[in-house]
């Protein structure tokens, strides 16, 4: 079962991540973002920041809809991220190795040219 601080763990073990200030995790590779807490929205109340759950960049819509028909009770979506590469992982359904892996993938899609092919066999 994997948790906030596991995503803390494995993201800032990537070359050139930074973490931007936040009520829960925010992680960025050149300026882009791979995976953060899920901002939950609901209707007439104010946003509320969930750190059990990571938005997780995944690259393109077939993907993502891999993702959500193949493992529906780890993965999810919500109105508001229709049309983007993201999907909402809920970390008590992974551990951390499987949650390094994923990390590691969206990190490798966002970083700059040169710097993900560099990285070797990470995670």
């Not at 601080?5 to 936040?22: G, K, N």
């Not at 104010?46 to 009770?73: F, H, N, S, W």
């Not at 969206?106 to 560099?118: I, S, V």
Request: without cysteine.
């Amino acid at each position: 079962m994997a948790d906030a601080d596991d995503v803390r763990r494995i993201a800032l073990a990537l070359p050139q991540v930074t973490e931007i200030d936040s009520d829960g995790f925010d992680f960025r590779v050149g300026g882009k973002g791979f995976v953060w807490s899920y901002p939950e929205r609901r209707a007439g109340q104010p946003r509320v920041i969930r750190t059990d759950i990571a938005v997780l960049y995944v690259g393109d819509e077939a993907e993502k809809q891999a993702l959500l028909l193949g493992e529906p009770a780890v993965f999810f979506t919500a109105p508001g991220y229709d049309g983007w590469p993201l999907v909402m992982l809920r970390l008590a359904q992974v551990d951390a190795a499987r949650l390094a892996e994923l990390v590691t993938d969206a990190w490798r899609m966002r970083a700059p040219g040169g710097l993900a092919d560099d990285s070797g066999d990470l995670a």
